[in-house]
């Protein structure tokens, strides 16, 4: 049924806004980390690799290490650590 991922979609397009609004406000504290970008991508194709095709995901990069730093969210939890 196509409506339910639709609904997740607009879901998390609302959640985000929602976010955006408290975070813009102060509401929303961030606490910023540093975390590999190849984990972080991994993490990002990992939950999204039910909606896109794997045939449409490349991800090409230099061979060095990269670092980006980021908050985890509201409650705090590592994406990176429930893609695993």
């Known amino acids: 049924m196509?409506?339910?991922p639709a609904n997740r979609r607009l879901r998390r397009i609302?959640?985000?806004l929602l976010?955006?609004?408290r975070i813009e406000t102060g509401r929303l504290p961030l606490n910023p980390e540093w975390c590999?970008?190849?984990d972080?991508?991994?993490s990002a194709v990992e939950q999204l690799k039910n909606e896109i095709s794997p045939e449409?995901?490349?991800i090409v990069g230099g061979g060095g290490a990269a670092s980006v730093r980021l908050d985890f969210g509201v409650d705090g939890t590592s994406p990176l650590?429930?893609?695993s």
Do not use: G, Y
Request: charged share 40%.
């Open 19 to 21: 976010d955006m609004t």
């Open 36 to 38: 590999e970008v190849r």
């Open 14 to 16: 609302v959640d985000n």
């Open 81 to 83: 650590q429930s893609a």
């Open 2 to 4: 196509k409506s339910k």
């Open 56 to 58: 449409r995901i490349q």
């Open 40 to 42: 972080l991508l991994e």
